[in-house]
């Protein structure tokens, strides 16, 4: 990276997260984009914008939602590379929840090969945050959210000042449906089946790095940037 360049200005080149449900990659992938001032992109938000202003993608992937189906590799993939081809992703972008297998990594990887960052090919860092099971449940079913902000708290580790009250509005904060022990435990066997093989996937390649996602914010996000700039000095 050029030396003389703030964090905001340089080219940082595309960051994978990596992390089961309650890793904190989210919180990590906004903290990196204020930081680098690049796009956070996440296909959740993706597909709901595609579905939200009825794109010919979007209209395919509510036709088989609506169907109670999986929208299916080559739908996410083609809305993923549309978005990565905007003007906002020259300098890099940080994927929040893509690739989650091992098939999105092959395509992404194939995709980026041909890519330029402020005129160089950079490779992708990777950055995997493990966490313990039970710390992950901990953190699941103690999360609660602010329906009117989005705002998030943990009744265990980041509680509101006032019990069930949001600091910010003060709305009434709600449990999200995924976040019932039952379907977290759907959601991680379904990460360990589908997106850990990923590890061991960019581990081959010599891309990823690994940060105890276990330790206080402040401190994943000091590693986190370490990594990304000891990869791009």
Same mark, same amino acid.
């Given at each position: 990276? +050029?030396?003389?360049?703030?964090?905001?200005?340089? $080219? $940082?080149?595309?960051? #994978?997260?990596?992390?089961?449900?309650?890793?904190? %990659?989210?919180?990590?992938?906004?903290?990196?984009?204020?930081? &680098?001032? #690049?796009?956070?992109?996440? /296909?959740?938000?993706?597909? !709901?914008?595609?579905?939200?202003?009825?794109?010919?993608?979007?209209?395919?992937?509510?036709?088989?939602?609506? @169907?109670?189906?999986?929208?299916?590799? %080559?739908?996410?993939? *083609?809305?993923?590379?549309?978005?990565?081809?905007?003007?906002?992703? *020259? @300098?890099?972008? #940080?994927?929040?929840?893509?690739?989650?297998?091992?098939?999105?990594?092959?395509?992404? +990887?194939?995709?980026? @090969?041909?890519?330029? =960052?402020?005129?160089?090919?950079?490779?992708?860092? $990777? #950055?995997?945050?493990? $966490?313990?099971?039970?710390?992950?449940?901990?953190?699941?079913?103690?999360?609660? /959210?602010?329906?009117?902000?989005?705002?998030?708290?943990?009744? &265990?580790?980041?509680?509101?000042?006032?019990?069930?009250?949001?600091?910010?509005?003060?709305? %009434?904060?709600? /449990?999200?449906?995924?976040?019932?022990?039952?379907?977290?435990?759907? !959601?991680?066997?379904?990460?360990?089946?589908?997106?850990?093989?990923?590890?061991? =996937? &960019?581990?081959?390649?010599?891309?990823? !790095?690994?940060?105890?996602?276990?330790?206080?914010?402040?401190?994943?996000?000091?590693? /986190?940037?370490?990594?990304?700039?000891?990869?791009?000095?």
């Amino acid at each position: 990276m +050029d030396s003389a360049a703030t964090p905001a200005t340089k $080219v $940082v080149g595309p960051i #994978i997260l990596l992390g089961a449900p309650g890793a904190g %990659k989210g919180t990590q992938a906004r903290l990196l984009a204020e930081r &680098y001032n #690049i796009p956070q992109i996440s /296909t959740g938000d993706i597909l !709901r914008e595609h579905v939200t202003r009825g794109s010919a993608l979007g209209q395919k992937a509510k036709a088989i939602m609506d @169907r109670g189906e999986l929208v299916p590799d %080559k739908i996410v993939c *083609d809305m993923v590379e549309a978005r990565l081809h905007q003007p906002d992703c *020259d @300098r890099g972008f #940080i994927l929040d929840g893509f690739p989650r297998t091992v098939e999105q990594a092959k395509w992404l +990887d194939g995709m980026l @090969r041909a890519r330029v =960052f402020g005129e160089k090919k950079l490779a992708p860092v $990777v #950055i995997d945050f493990p $966490v313990s099971y039970n710390v992950l449940i901990q953190r699941l079913t103690g999360r609660r /959210t602010c329906p009117e902000d989005g705002k998030i708290y943990n009744i &265990y580790s980041q509680p509101p000042r006032v019990p069930d009250t949001c600091d910010v509005c003060g709305s %009434k904060l709600v /449990t999200r449906k995924d976040d019932s022990e039952e379907a977290i435990s759907v !959601r991680l066997k379904s990460y360990d089946q589908q997106t850990k093989p990923l590890t061991d =996937f &960019y581990g081959k390649q010599g891309t990823l !790095r690994s940060i105890n996602g276990e330790q206080d914010t402040a401190k994943v996000t000091k590693e /986190t940037v370490d990594a990304i700039e000891k990869a791009w000095p």
